[in-house]
């Protein structure tokens, strides 16, 4: 009896549609750009009149509305446009839930051209270019890192609080290596008033850091270290050690020497806690985290997106006692590993 399988009947569509997939990054792109999610939001849902508040041509907003329809990111009814109920969430900018600055750093030109030549990356096995690396020195792209993606990772950050139970308010000393925008080191601190953060980050990414920490009111107790992350030297005494979005960018070696390196500044009862983006085993499930191999191939020499077992096995030959895996609602995964 042949094996039954969940492939719809051959076809031309999806790969058409694959081809033409830079499209829709464009598309949504420029939506964003010309605020056209939260016009509709305001009421503004005619292609006449968006066109007049976008400050764009009404051919141009109908083709371009009409577009996002089609991939799920409006609904039309008659001639009127409606936001569907995530872009009404994430890409209305009067939603405190608002994620659309996101785009300043997702599609910058020197994230998006690497994948113009995949085809000489992945005979090569990484990035073509020779910077390519998260230890180069106050990047601007990195920079813009800390400006455009802190809304995204705030409900990650909210969760990262609750699972390391923040609220309990005990005195903890943090380290938060290349802390970025410092969301979650400062997120903690929100929770926790005893808690004092140390983030390791290159001076101008601090700069970013320090701003958040302010806007939140926890300035006084958020301190930083400014640096390369293998090099600067940490401290001693730490309750809690954050790698948040920093271990995929390298090869299990570096990771490793990172590792031994976090391992003597921890308390004897202090823990890491990583946030990444963990495949499962079979390294193609769930589709989020195992696709963002895709983006470690193109934008880094060496980084991946490991299964737990890879980090499980990294932690321990660094010397750590045992690591836990949490997945969370979104793509990010929590790996808790005890000193």
Known sequence: MAATTNHPSPGPERIFEVLNAYQK?????????????????????????????CQASERGIRILCDFLVVNGFLAKNEQRYELAPDSALFLNKQSPAYIGSAVGFLTLPELTDAFKD??????????????????????????EFARSMAPLQ???????????????GKKWKVLDIAAGHGIYGVTIAKHNPNAEIFAVDWPRVLDVAKENAQAAGVSARYHTLPGNAFEVEFGKDYDLVLLTGFLHHFDSTAIETLLRKIHPALKPDGSVISVEFVPNEDRVTPPAPAAFSMIMLGSTRAGDAYPFSEYDRMFRAAGFSSSELRRTPGPQSFIISKK
């Open 25 to 53: 990054t464009a598309a949504l792109k420029t939506a964003i750009e010309l605020d056209v999610f939260t016009a509709i939001g305001q009421g503004t849902n005619s292609a006449a009149a968006l066109a007049k508040k």
């Open 118 to 143: 995949l085809t000489a990356i992945v005979r090569k096995g990484g990035s073509l270019e020779d910077d390519a690396t998260t230890t180069e020195p106050d990047s601007p792209k990195w920079v």
């Open 154 to 168: 705030k409900l990650a950050a909210e969760g990262l609080a609750e699972t390391v139970n923040a609220n309990a």
